[in-house]
Structure formats: structure tokens, C-alpha cells
């Protein structure tokens, strides 16, 4: 027999509102992204897993990753919860292999994917050095 897990409406409450766009990372990298003088394209839905910021004159996709949805290695806030944790393992382990099914299709088509996680998007200088370090390998 198992246990019966009550869930806090609070937390699924909290949980729900986090949405899949318009993050607070995203609109950092967007807004850096903008500062810089680059024009983009938003969850094309043409692309494998609607990629988060599409530069097509660059072949550069972005995609921000929240550290605790998308298991950042190594990073403090890639916690895991204490409730529920066949549940989360489960939802963790399903979220990363989407990840890298879609960063493979992406590469396969031809675009270059660069990964930005949340912790990155907490200092604007080195947030906008990671950027132009992978727009300058690109030509356009």
C-alpha cells in the first residue's frame, strides 16, 4: 500500500504561474540582446521546441534554461525538493532529455545553440561577454 502524498495548494499555486516565456532571464538576455544592437525572433514555431531567441541572419538560436526546471550541473540552484521526489526525478529527467533531443535537432538543421542558464543572466557585463563570445564565432 502506499502513501497518499497531499499536495500544498500554495506551492501548485506558486509552481503554476511559472510560465514558459517571458521569464525573468529571458528578458534579460532580450534586453542585452537589444542594447547590443541585435534583432531577433522570438519561439518560432517553425523550429524544433520553439527556441527561445532566434537570430536567423546570425544561425544562432538561445536558449534559457531556468537552473531548477532544466538540472544546470553543479549550480546551487538546480535544488531538488524534498516532497515528491519520484515525481520531480521523473519531471527532471523528462525535462533534460527533451532538451537534448531539441538542441540536436536544432544543430542538425544547421543552427548554432547556445545555452543560457539562469545564474548566467545575474550580471548584465558578463552576461553580454557570453554573447558576443558566441555571436563573433558566427559570420554575418
Partial sequence: MT???HIDPRRSANMARIGPRDTAPELAVRSALHRMGYRFRLHR???PGKPDIVLP???TIFLIHGC???RHPGCRFACSPKSRTEFWEDKFRRNVARDQRVEHELRERGWT???IWECETRD????ERLLLAVLRKRPG
Fill in 68 to 70: 531548477f526546471w532544466h
Fill in 57 to 59: 541572419r546570425h544561425r
Fill in 124 to 127: 548584465n557585463a558578463v552576461l
Fill in 113 to 115: 545553440v547556445q545555452v
Fill in 3 to 5: 502513501a497518499v502524498t
Fill in 45 to 47: 514555431p517553425d523550429l
